[in-house]
T-cell receptor, first 115, second 116 residues
């Protein structure tokens, strides 16, 4: 099963524009993470935001977290062709006492940056 | 420092045959994950280890899938017998220690399995 749900499923923008992706989830979490996956490659960790944080920055990345709405957003500013990839949010759920409580991924947003 | 190493990178087998995947996590990482990723989908958790203990295998199809992590380091994932629907990329990941809540995961390149 997959907890996170990214939106949109696909996004195509011009180089230099900003890209925003959203993630919604269902259960209480310890933290939420964003990963990037280039075609045919493994996943690479981008940023982690803890449940008591609201916003975090890393280079051209900005992540927000709203635990009341169970949602997060990833903003990539000044996009580059090399940012073309699939982006996944992953939730680290609070221990539930049963069921899957490992790092759980959404279906991803496929981002295409047009040169 | 070496990352998570998986082998083989690619595997093609006939249905009903067995197959095994191997993973060597980053040294010192106590948590190890196996995921399955179908084309166009996100990774789905199959099993999570804390050291040598499988603490979450609720998503593992236990009739044909098995996994082990002897001595809390390397891990193998086995499918026997394989079915056509098992074709996917199998990803291994490791992280330092879930108890610390610093659970950034490092992924291997994956094994692409094709069952024909």
């Amino acid at each position: 099963s997959q907890q996170g749900e990214e939106d949109p499923q696909a996004l195509s923008i011009q180089e230099g524009e900003n890209a925003t992706m959203n993630c919604s989830y269902k259960t209480s979490i310890n933290n939420l993470q964003w990963y990037r996956q280039n075609s045919g490659r493994g996943l690479v960790h981008l940023i982690l935001i803890r449940s008591n944080e609201r916003e975090k920055h890393s280079g051209r990345l900005r992540v927000t977290l709203d635990t009341s709405k169970k949602s997060s957003s990833l903003l990539i500013t000044a996009s580059r062709a090399a940012d073309t990839a699939s982006y996944f949010c992953a939730t680290d759920p609070m221990y539930s006492g049963g069921g899957a409580d490992g790092l759980t991924f959404g279906k991803g947003t496929h981002l295409i940056i047009q040169p | 420092e070496a990352g998570v190493v998986q082998s083989p990178r690619y595997k093609i087998i006939e249905k009903k045959q067995p197959v095994a995947f191997w993973c060597n996590p980053i040294s010192g990482h106590n948590t190890l994950y196996w995921y399955r990723q179908n084309l166009g989908q996100g990774p789905e958790l199959l099993i999570r280890y804390e050291n040598e203990e499988a603490v979450d295998d609720s998503q593992l199809p236990k009739d044909r899938f098995s996994a082990e992590r002897l001595k809390g380091v390397d891990s193998t994932l086995k499918i026997q017998p394989a079915e056509l629907g098992d074709s996917a990329v199998y990803l291994c990941a490791s992280s330092l220690d879930r108890a610390s809540l610093n659970t950034e995961a490092f992924f291997g390149q994956g094994t692409r399995l094709t069952v024909v």
